[in-house]
Nanobody, 126 residues
Framework: QVQLMESGGGLVQPGGSLRLSCAAS????????IGWFREGPGMDREGIVC????????YYADSAKGRFTVFRDNGRNTISLQMDSLKPEDTATYYC???????????????????WGPGIQVTVSS
């Protein structure tokens, strides 16, 4: 069983940057698709970036393209999300999730995961 924990959230001004990390304990993540999702106030949970580690396939939702970058920390069971040029509408609780069966695009579009982290708050405000 995979256990996930997000870190790196907080308060940032518009235009600023944050790096979120998703640390996994249990099996190595090599056979999983890891997704980053967010749920804003009054909004449905949405997939923003999903990453299939076995083949390197990455899916970025339109809201993330050009601003967010996902990568795996070398030698660690951690997937990080670099978020730049943050906007107030990026304010949300951010979650990571792991799934063994989904492609990157399907995991993001279906908002699916076998395992989920507890979430972490990101607030973009001046």
């Amino acid at each position: 069983q995979v256990q996930l924990m997000e870190s790196g959230g907080g308060l940032v001004q518009p235009g600023g940057s944050l790096r979120l990390s998703c640390a996994a304990s249990g099996p190595r993540l090599d056979d999983y698709t890891i997704g980053w999702f967010r749920e804003g106030p009054g909004m449905d949970r949405e997939g923003i970036v999903c990453f299939t580690l076995s083949d390197g396939d990455i899916y970025y939702a339109d809201s993330a393209k050009g601003r967010f970058t996902v990568f795996r920390d070398n030698g660690r069971n951690t997937i990080s999300l670099q978020m730049d040029s943050l906007k107030p509408e990026d304010t949300a609780t951010y979650y990571c999730a792991a799934d063994r069966r989904s492609t990157a695009q399907s995991q993001c579009e279906l908002v699916f995961g076998d395992y989920w982290g507890p979430g972490i708050q990101v607030t973009v405000s001046s």
